[in-house]
């Protein structure tokens, strides 16, 4: 059996954390023994509960969000020490940078890219701290053992773009949780949707990153005849609803939903305006109940077309021209076939089963390289 210490910086309800979770929840737990070391506590929204209920040890160093962790960084090695991982698998630079610093003889490391460093890191800090944050990471990276990426994209961008090898195993899909339940009248009546109008639905944190300000103006300015529903919390949520609170009868704002499944299915259509993903949980979700689909046309959005099935339609990212005649050549697609092939690329291509024996083989091979260098 491998033990394998996941570090991250928080268990905060987000993309990373869910797919940690599907990982974990489908890993052979015969062959691999799983322990979680979080930096920090969560101030809001904590999947630790969904964690534990299915058998995880989680470790809480407890230190403050986003500052040094220079008092802690002792209690962490004693963590690890006590803890004897055979490999560590990190997530995110915060946790990359600190567990980079540690001298682990017999361990071997792992950091997943789960977002372009650079792309999300500009988007988030600025150009010139962005800049040097994404270079940082690239440095830092180099002393792992090995790098994953979410996506066959992401993948060939690290290293055309950033110089960085690493392997792809694509991001999936909890089957189980998202499904198709043929019942779209109950569940508008339930979640007081209206009947008789076509609904888009998109799904995430409402920050720069998700450009849900475009998103807004098309419906606001340009889209009549249909209902744009967006789940999620997020900074820049006030602001939105006050901008586009004359749009209320043609945009709802919904805030943060623990029963996203059900509003899935209650949507006909999913929309999103990334500027930047690795693999989105929330399309490949909307995929998985059979939502035809109408993305940006970011790299990781056109990786989702690439598996030869149609699935709805891409739009020239913030081009607001591009996005309504796609908008209306969607919906004059045969919706049946659309559907169909979402249900069919998830099944074949982004299943958690999948990605769970993806991870273990790569951790199998590593354990491997181990006991051949002793």
């Known amino acids: 059996m491998i033990k ?66 220079f008092k802690k960084f002792k209690l962490m090695k004693k963590i690890v020490n006590e803890e004897r991982p055979q490999i560590i698998h990190t997530f995110g630079y915060r946790s990359v940078y600190y567990v980079s610093r540690l001298k682990l003889a017999e361990c071997k490391r792992i950091a997943a890219f789960r977002d372009h460093p650079r792309e999300e890191l ?32 992401l993948q060939e961008r690290l290293l055309k773009e950033m110089g960085v090898v690493s392997t792809a195993i694509p991001n999936g899909v909890d089957q ?66 006050e901008k586009y609170k004359t749009s209320h009868s043609r945009i709802l704002f919904l805030g943060k939903k623990n029963n996203i499944e059900e509003y899935l299915n209650a949507a006909d259509y999913y929309v999103s305006s990334s500027l930047t993903e690795g693999l989105p949980n ?27 099935y149609d699935i709805g339609c891409l739009y020239k990212n913030n081009n607001s021209e591009d996005f309504v005649n796609k908008y209306h050549a969607l919906l004059e697609k045969n919706y049946s076939d659309l559907s169909e092939n979402s249900l069919n690329v998830v099944s074949k291509y982004y299943s958690v089963r999948r990605n769970a024996e993806e991870y273990e083989k790569l951790y199998f091979e590593l354990v491997g390289n181990v006991s051949k260098e002793h």
Not at 135 to 147: G, I, R, V
Not at 201 to 218: A, E, H, P, Q, W
Not at 291 to 296: E, T
């Open 282 to 308: 929330s399309v490949l979700e909307a995929l998985a109940v059979g939502l035809p689909v109408l993305l940006s046309d970011i790299p990781a959005h056109k990786e989702l077309f690439e598996n030869g």
């Open 4 to 69: 394998v210490m996941y570090i991250v910086s928080t268990l905060v309800d987000a993309g990373p954390t869910r797919q940690l979770f599907y990982l974990l929840k489908n890993i052979d737990r015969q062959r691999i023994q799983p322990v979680i070391l979080k930096l920090s506590s969560e101030v809001t929204d904590s999947m630790e509960n969904e964690f534990s209920a299915i058998g995880i040890k989680i470790i809480n160093l407890n230190s403050k969000i986003r500052r040094p962790l």
């Open 122 to 153: 500009i988007l988030t800090f600025g150009k010139i701290i962005g800049t040097f944050f994404s270079w940082h990471y690239t440095k830092l990276s180099e002393k792992m053992d090995a790098l994953t990426s979410c996506s066959y994209t």
């Open 176 to 241: 189980e949780r998202f499904f198709p339940l043929n019942m779209k009248k109950d569940l508008r009546d339930r979640l007081l949707l209206p009947i008789d109008k076509t609904i888009f639905i998109s799904v995430g944190r409402i920050v720069t990153l998700k450009n849900y300000d475009f998103l807004c103006r098309m419906w606001d300015e340009c889209i009549h005849e249909s209902l744009l529903v967006i789940i999620g919390d997020g900074p820049m949520l006030d602001t939105l609803k």
